[in-house]
């Protein structure tokens, strides 16, 4: 199944897609004297029996199409599939095509985490605004989580995941390189308790340039786990005004869904509707004109920005800018 959340003619929707339409689950349960939980958290929340509900509801519709309240894709507007997560996980760095780049880093999972602000639906637009510099995007595939899971070992974490879904890493070097530090650290000195020593040390914070408003577009639906037998087996791309720009697949992640759960769920506790982003495909296009997504400058270029993946779908993006006296 594929959910949505949207908003038509004033209200937020939760929505089951049928080939060009989302029918309002909500509505339909009610003409069925069922209940959906309200929004996507407390959809996810629900379990089997609200995935059962939905179904109900899609088996209702195939044999009746004019059954339930519904509404076109192309005349709603698009909701991040879970609008307000507790937390969006991000791997940094997880694409073993380009291991060679990586000069030191962890033998684990990296992550760093995204507010739900920086979330945007499908066809909403990026801002930019002059004093972020340069903008380029980031395909990932992202993993919706959908039971409390704390301590999950690799062996059983899909069956902590709901389903899947597109996100695109909106990231800002400038602003990495604006906010990062060379300092002397202070350690402890070996073999002196109480003696300090420095060294040398560079550390750069994500909270401007990977989480500004914005830059979380994600979407445009949460495809069930049940329809992705195998999420390590997705072709993912990224397009630029129509022309891809890269493209590679999710085999090429370098730590998998279920070793990402169980290392993210040893520290923090994950919750319905949290959102685990796996990280960039960045490997070079092999179509003519293909290039890297670091070179796609939307600040400067603007225009339309696609990621998809197979078996899920696409989600575009466009870009609007902003003016701002403040830095």
């Known amino acids: 199944m594929r959910l949505a959340s949207f908003t038509a003619d004033g209200h937020d929707r939760l929505g089951l897609a049928a080939g060009s339409r989302l029918i309002d689950l909500n509505a339909a349960a009610r003409q069925l004297g ?21 179904r109900c509801v899609a088996e209702a519709h195939a044999s009746d199409p004019g059954a339930f309240p519904s509404f076109a894709q192309d005349t709603v507007a698009w909701l991040p599939p879970v609008p307000n997560p507790s937390k969006i996980c991000c791997l940094a760095l997880n ?19 995204k507010p ?12 930019c605004a002059p004093h972020y510099g340069r903008v380029h995007p980031e395909p990932e ?27 695109n890493d909106i990231t800002s070097p400038t602003m990495r390189e604006e906010d990062t530090f060379h300092y002397r650290a202070i350690h402890p000195k070996p073999g002196d308790p109480g003696g300090i020593e420095y ?4 550390v750069s914070y994500p909270g401007r340039y990977k989480a500004s408003d914005t830059f979380s577009p994600m979407g445009p639906w949460i495809v069930t786990k049940d329809e992705i037998p195998d999420p390590h087996r997705l072709r993912i791309a990224c397009y ?26 040893s520290y923090m506790t994950l919750v319905p509707g949290d959102i ?16 890297a997504v670091q070179n796609i400058d939307l600040n400067r270029l603007g225009g339309l920005v696609s990621v998809e993946i197979e078996q899920i779908g696409a989600l575009t993006s466009t870009v609007a800018w902003v003016t701002s006296d403040k830095r």
């Not at 309200?38 to 609200?50: P, R, T, V």
């Not at 380009?98 to 880093?105: F, H, I, Q």
């Not at 493209?247 to 769920?265: G, H, M």
């Open 34 to 54: 069922l209940t959906v939980p309200d929004g996507m958290a407390g959809f996810i929340n629900g379990g089997a029996e609200a995935l059962d509900l939905a």
């Open 95 to 113: 694409n073993s095509a380009n291991s060679d780049r990586v000069m030191r880093g962890p033998d684990h999972p990296a992550t760093f985490v």
């Open 116 to 127: 739900a602000s920086a979330l945007i639906g499908h066809g909403a637009a990026i801002e």
């Open 141 to 167: 595939l992202a993993v919706v989580i959908g039971r409390k899971a704390k301590n999950v070992s690799a062996d059983d974490a899909f069956d902590y995941v709901f389903g899947y879904t597109i996100h």
């Open 199 to 202: 060294r040398d040390s560079w």
């Open 240 to 265: 630029h005004n129509n022309r891809m720009i890269t493209e590679d697949n999710t085999e090429n992640l370098r730590f998998k869904t279920p070793e990402v759960i169980a290392f993210i769920s």
């Open 276 to 291: 685990i982003s796996l990280g960039t495909a960045l490997k070079a296009s092999g179509a003519e004109g293909g290039g």
